[in-house]
């Protein structure tokens, strides 16, 4: 009889889907807070955004119990930064952090699809996109996890980012109101709930501006 290799993975796929917009004064982030398995949910009411400074915060698909380390190791970086140097971590220095923490697990990556948004030294709002070992790139907005397919089309065909390619390089922050991207927001993950199983439940939204952070939450379906 031969002997057949145990199908074990380190990793697995919680699912759901996270989305991010840079405004001129302000930064929308959103997630649903639906948690998965396979065809079995285990949570409907876990939160994907964690703040990781005043004006920096992050929405994780993908494995879950690696983004819960992520965040662990990023919050003691922070704290080591703030001791070091009397003031919070800005966001494009805790991008690039993101980045190489990301990248040193190369090897054995984190398996977390991030999107990290904020506010920059200019009070201008700046999202950054990210794969699994750490490439990124600064955009006016972005989304990623298992609904990121249906709904960053939507997002082209209604915001029209201009190519990082342009010389003279232009502003990548989108033209909407702050609330103009909350509701573009909303149907995104309106419409993105009823083709993919994995969204659902509660959508969560973090506006982040110069008065500070403010959330909002819209019920999603729950089949």
């Not at 290799?5 to 982030?29: E, F, H, K």
């Not at 991030?114 to 700046?126: A, F, M, P, T, Y």
């Amino acid at each position: 009889m031969t002997k057949q290799a145990a199908n074990w993975s380190p990793y697995d796929n919680n699912g759901g889907s996270c989305v991010a917009i840079a405004g001129a004064d302000y930064c929308v982030i959103a997630a649903d807070t639906r948690m998965s398995t396979g065809y079995s949910i285990l949570s409907r009411d876990y939160s994907k955004i964690c703040k990781l400074a005043d004006k920096s915060l992050m929405a994780s698909s993908g494995f879950q119990a690696d983004v819960k380390a992520l965040q662990k190791f990023l919050a003691a970086r922070h704290l080591t930064y703030q001791h070091q140097h009397n003031k919070q971590m800005s966001c494009p220095a805790m991008a690039q952090l993101l980045s190489n923490t990301l990248y040193y697990k190369r090897f054995f990556p984190y398996y977390s699809f991030n999107v990290l948004g904020g506010l920059d030294n200019e009070g201008k709002g700046c999202v950054y996109t990210y794969d699994a070992v750490g490439s990124y790139e600064r955009v006016g907005y972005g989304c990623q996890g298992s609904g990121s397919t249906l709904i960053m089309p939507f997002l082209d065909n209604q915001l029209k980012s201009p190519s990082p390619l342009l010389l003279p390089a232009q502003d990548a922050v989108t033209p909407l109101s702050e609330s103009e991207a909350v509701d573009l927001v909303k149907t995104c993950f309106a419409s993105a709930t009823e083709r993919d199983i994995y969204t659902g439940d509660r959508l969560e939204i973090v506006i982040l501006n110069a008065d500070g952070i403010h959330r909002q939450y819209m019920e999603l379906r729950k089949d």
